[in-house]
């Protein structure tokens, strides 16, 4: 039962990611809202597996951004 509690919190969180990254190439904005959605939504999850969860989106957007820009060169 907390697993599935848990991994309905980490799908929502993803989602809020990839809502942020369409609207707002903005690092600024995106640690905010990553901030934001952190004190209000995941208080349950561990703040070790949490910060694993965002370095690893964190990556993978910064890297979607660099490349994309990359692109338009």
């Known amino acids: 039962m907390i697993s599935i509690l ?3 919190k980490i799908k929502r969180f ?4 990839r809502r942020i990254y369409f609207f707002e190439s903005n690092i600024l904005i995106l ?4 901030i934001k959605t952190t004190i ?4 349950g ?10 370095k690893i989106d964190f ?6 951004t660099s490349f ?4 338009k060169e």
């Open 45 to 54: 999850i561990h703040l070790h597996t949490l910060s694993l969860l965002l």
């Open 59 to 64: 990556r993978v957007w910064y890297f979607r």
């Open 6 to 8: 848990l991994k309905n």
């Open 31 to 34: 640690s905010v809202a990553l």
């Open 68 to 71: 994309e820009d990359f692109k």
């Open 40 to 43: 209000l939504e995941i208080s």
């Open 14 to 17: 993803k989602d809020k990611i």
